[in-house]
């Protein structure tokens, strides 16, 4: 069972009809509920009343450093059984981080903590570790987005990852851990018997230099699922250092995500060798970076090999024109495993959008979201798609945000999605202007069609 309130402020007469709720469910959840510390002494002491308790997140809520430690003070009991943990955006703080070392060694069932969008600092996070490397601690998921980390709080995370072998997931995004960090961690990773399944390490200030790090990293490690490198200045360079580790017999990989990281056609040589070869990959992001349509040919004749299992292709943001829709309406017609391709801004124009229906419209495709917002597309393009949505026995979700189609192309739209054969059930629309008229058409479709969900 869970108590799931977000966004909601609490009135007192609220508040009140919460508490005996709050000791009675397994999961409870209050996000972004104007939640203070005032309010944690309730909390507190109701927590001491839930026996079941395994997951709580009070996640941005002005609770404060003294919040924290009341909550963490409710879970202080022999019958506890907390395994997950979120005080995202809690106003959590270097100093507080002095008082939650003590909770967290006697948390024992605890496994998954998340403190990101807290300035906790390098400081602050040397206080962690010494709690994590307690061994009452069996935490296995952290996460620290978003908390003032840089190169100093590489060396103490290293220490807990070679002391830990059970350590699953380490979320360090958006921190200035910059070129030296990075090394420090990697080493750590290295060196450690744990088996890692999730790293991410986006906007990190990693360079091309640090990719022999990963490339060991990735090599050494079979049990990493998920690897985020996103917004870090690798380039090809890095790219090409990086890819012999993912074709590691060890290697097994399944989620790549390389937004933003400066890979132009040249890197997408290297990167079409993995997708050739590894079958265990299922989802790359290679959303904003300057690929152009010689790049999107490479991949897709990678997306046409039999080896390339991939099911989530994101390219987003990657300078791509109407000259290489051709390519992916053959992998459109051909590929068997594609299931998301989201190549949103764009300027695939209607002609781009007409190529790409060549291939929706055949029986034996598989795609099941497509993603094309802001790609240039008029109401003549929705003339193109409004047959598609019709035909196709697989999309089930369609993204047009952003593009400049009118009242008519939303019209012919819908006259497709009103028909019981059409199987989509998502269509998103936002930031597209149409009449009232059609406003009240677009709700009363949603009332006579409760599977669909129009997002405008």
């Not at 509920?33 to 026996?51: F, M, W, Y």
């Amino acid at each position: 069972m869970s108590l799931d309130i977000q966004c909601e402020q609490l009135s007192d007469a609220r508040w009140a009809e919460l508490l005996p709720l709050i000791q009675q469910y397994q999961v409870v959840r209050l996000e972004d509920c104007g939640l203070t510390e005032v309010r944690c002494k309730d909390i507190s002491s109701v927590l001491q009343a839930n026996p079941t308790l395994t997951e709580l997140s009070l996640r941005t809520n002005e609770l404060g450093n003294a919040g924290v430690h009341l909550v963490l003070q409710g879970l202080q009991n022999s019958t506890c059984k907390i395994q997950k943990l979120s005080l995202q955006n809690c106003g959590l703080t270097e100093a507080g981080c002095g008082v939650l070392t003590g909770p967290l060694r006697s948390l024992t069932t605890l496994r998954e903590l998340h403190l990101n969008d807290n300035p906790l600092g390098d400081a602050g996070l040397q206080l962690l570790c010494k709690a994590f490397l307690d061994p009452q601690c069996h935490l296995e998921r952290l996460q620290l987005e978003y908390c003032n980390l840089t190169a100093t709080s590489c060396e103490p995370l290293a220490t807990v990852l070679r002391a830990k072998p059970d350590f699953k997931e380490l979320v360090l995004s958006n921190n200035d851990l910059h070129e030296a960090g990075v090394h420090t961690l990697c080493q750590g990773l290295k060196d450690s018997a744990c088996q890692l399944e999730l790293l991410k390490l986006e906007n990190c200030g990693i360079t091309s230099a640090n990719c022999r790090d990963l490339c060991d990293v990735v090599g050494s490690k079979a049990s990493l699922q998920e690897l985020g490198l996103g917004c870090n200045k690798l380039g090809n360079a890095g790219i090409a250092t990086l890819c012999p580790g993912l074709l590691h017999p060890n290697c097994r990989l399944r989620t790549l995500w390389l937004w933003e990281c400066d890979i132009t056609a040249e890197g997408c040589k290297d990167l079409c060798h993995v997708l050739r070869t590894k079958q265990s990959l299922k989802e790359l992001s290679l959303a904003s970076n300057e690929l152009g349509d010689e790049g999107a040919r490479l991949l897709c004749d990678s997306l046409l090999e039999p080896g390339c299992q991939l099911e989530s292709l994101w390219v987003k943001s990657c300078s791509l024109t109407a000259a290489c829709c051709s390519h992916f309406c053959s992998v459109l017609t051909q590929n068997r495993s594609l299931l998301e391709l989201q190549m949103s801004n764009n300027p695939l124009g209607d002609s781009g959008v007409q190529e790409l229906c060549k291939a929706l419209g055949q029986p034996g495709t598989v795609l099941r979201v497509l993603w094309l917002g802001d790609c240039d597309v008029s109401d003549i393009g929705c003339r193109s798609l409004a047959p598609i949505l019709l035909a196709s026995r697989s999309l089930r979700e369609l993204d047009l945000s952003n593009n400049c189609m009118g009242d008519s192309g939303v019209l012919q739209l819908m006259e497709s999605i009103k028909q019981p054969s059409c199987v989509l059930q998502q269509l998103v629309l936002y930031d597209i202007y149409w009449s009232e008229e059609v406003e009240d058409q677009l709700r009363a479709l949603e009332e006579e069609r409760p599977s669909l969900r129009i997002i405008s």
